[in-house]
């Protein structure tokens, strides 16, 4: 019989992803979306089908994280066999913006939908994936950080997704549920949101490159991380949920860059080499021309830095047969031709009058 | 010297009625809060004859107008978050509720603080039961958490929040690791108090049976009103730290049981039933601690242990029943 999955956060980059995976593994794919005055299902527009279509296999549902009822009557409906939970307020910086927000949506958007598991009678039923986090490690408390090493969250995000780790495993240790966390490290990809670091870099860099921006500022250019592509990640959360008993995983690619190591990458690829220049805020990266295309905002600071995180997936690569198949470069390879097309698009429309957005943050 | 404000959110609690009177003692101007401060009878108060003494504000946690009302009303110089769900047990029948109010509570207590930018300390209080099994170490401020209840996993929650706080905007936050601390004013369904409650009672002939889960669980229990001074001194410290808070004597709660009987001059086996309704979805076995850091930083130091413990509640209890 057709497996079914429901996916929160579907609109995201990982949501996008796993259901397009999903589908092509022959699932049923429901997705859980917001409700919002704008269009937000650019990710999944491909995925779309029509309610009048034959043969559906892709559905979307209204519904909120900070929402008990709409859950349940979502879980009662869809019936899942597998539920991922990819929904949250899921930038770290806006975290410190918005605390409340962060902990309703991420951590007790969690435990609302283990209980709507509960509450529906599905504990055996539905398997469940919770989204956790590399940020849980914070202030690294050893390098490279595993599976057993102790966490130290350093921001509201991360505050709000370790709860959200420890009650999945409360209720899977309670009440005998199938549930599982992925603690996965930084990926990317085109899909990723325009306020991240690397995509922030990809796109910005396209659109200097076509003289539709003038310069990129960037908060700690030192942090490193541990990058890796979306689209191997969300391979990962589906295995996890296939094996014979819950277990959590590390998922990283073991290899780590600063934010200033993908700033060159990406431009490079776009035929500009970097030449960095002074120390610390007053640090600035210039083109051949000797024009200053990055800069430090000490704005993008936040309160408590995490300054390196860097994953050790073995367990994941011996029980789950981990091997990404997209290297670093790849990736932002990809990434910089998508934001290059979006750019050349951009500069087309704009060269023919038309009014084209900057979407500023 | 002009007089030292605090505010104590949670007062209506065994902590917070404790906390009040030994900040009275200091010389404290102390204002107490508590969700409905018109329809509770703060009778811990009253049984430590202070009622009179405190001010007392109704706030809710899980309010920010509320939260920000108390504070700009009361200026305190030092603030107490004793408030939140505090039952192990009800937090798997109630886990939304034990994570709004332990940690959106504090939360926006420290959010509340942080927006009014006035040098203003905090306590908030941590729990034992972040650690989950001590697994045969005992716990000490660098022990990894390993929660094992929604109440457990709101205070860890909550614990790092305060973290979080302290370092990325300098705040003069703590978290008191408390290991179980009793007393007379722990309300009926906290064990320790059922115990003797239920055995006082026996031994006046007025019920036959105590009926309890897992007696072979392992606890660090401490004397409540001693515990409260450790939180008082955490804020009197130049620089804001966590600490663990206990006895570092850990018995098992059959133990505790024995003991109570003991004192009545009964055998436990003769009355105790088991009852397996008591037992919980997860529990702890084993619980330790080791407070060493609290002796050297704070100079604090527990004087009574479970045989005291027991000694004192069943003295209040007796003396109460008759």
Known sequence: MKKKALITGVTGQDGAYLAEFLLAKGYEVHGLKRRTSLFNTDRIDHLYQDPHEEDKKFFLHHGDLTDSSSLIHIMEKVQPDELYNLAAQSHVAVSFEEPEYTANSDALGTLRLLEAIRILGLNKKTRFYQASTSELFGLVQETPQKETTPFYPRSPYACAKLYSYWITINYREAYDMYACNGILFNHESPLRGETFVTRKITRALARIKLQLQDCLYLGNLNARRDWGHAKDYVEMQWLMLQQDAPQDFVIASGEQHSVRDFVDMAAVELGIQVKWQGKGIEEKGYNEAGKCIVAVDPRYFRPTEVETLLGDPSLAKEKLGWTPKITFKEMVEEMVREDLKAAERDELVKRHGYTVYDYNE | ?322
Not at chain 2, 132 to 145: D, K, Y
Not at chain 2, 177 to 201: G, M, Q, W, Y
Not at chain 2, 227 to 250: H, K, N, P, R, S
């Open chain 2, 1 to 322: 010297m002009t007089t030292k404000k605090a505010l104590i959110i949670g007062v209506s609690g065994q902590d917070g009625s404790y906390l009040a009177k030994l900040l009275l003692e200091k010389g404290y101007k102390v204002t107490g809060a508590s969700r409905d401060a018109m329809l509770s009878s703060f009778s811990n108060l009253s049984h430590l004859g202070i009622l009179g003494e405190v001010e007392l504000h109704s706030v809710s946690l899980n309010d920010f107008r509320s939260v920000l009302q108390v504070l700009k009303k009361c200026q305190p110089d030092e603030v107490y978050n004793l408030a939140g769900q505090s039952s192990v047990g009800l937090s798997f029948e109630m886990p939304v509720e034990t994570f709004e109010s332990i940690s959106v509570g504090v939360l926006n207590l420290l959010e509340a603080i942080r927006f009014l930018e006035k040098p203003t300390r905090i306590y908030n209080a941590s729990s034992s039961e972040c650690f989950g099994n001590t697994e045969g170490h005992p716990a000490t401020e660098s022990t990894p958490f390993r929660p094992r209840s929604p109440y457990a996993v709101a205070k860890s929650a909550a614990f790092w929040q305060v973290a979080n706080h302290r370092e990325a905007y300098g705040m003069h936050a703590c978290s008191g690791l408390l290991f179980n601390h009793e007393s007379p004013l722990r309300p009926d369904r906290f064990v320790t108090r059922k115990i003797v409650k239920t055995a006082c009672r026996i031994a006046a002939g007025k019920v036959k049976k105590l009926r309890l889960g897992n007696l072979s669980v392992l606890r660090d229990w401490g004397w409540a009103p001693e515990y409260v001074e450790a939180m008082w001194l955490m804020l009197q410290q130049d620089d804001a730290d966590d600490y663990i808070i206990a006895t570092g004597q850990t018995y098992s709660l059959q133990e505790f049981v024995a003991e109570a009987f003991n004192r009545l001059g009964m055998d436990w086996h003769d009355h105790v039933e088991h009852n397996p309704d008591l037992i919980r979805p997860t529990d702890i076995q084993l619980s330790l601690a080791n407070p060493a850091k609290a002796e050297r930083q704070l100079g604090w130091k527990a004087h009574h242990a479970m045989r005291d413990v027991v000694r004192i509640m069943i003295e209040e209890e007796l003396a109460a029943q008759q």
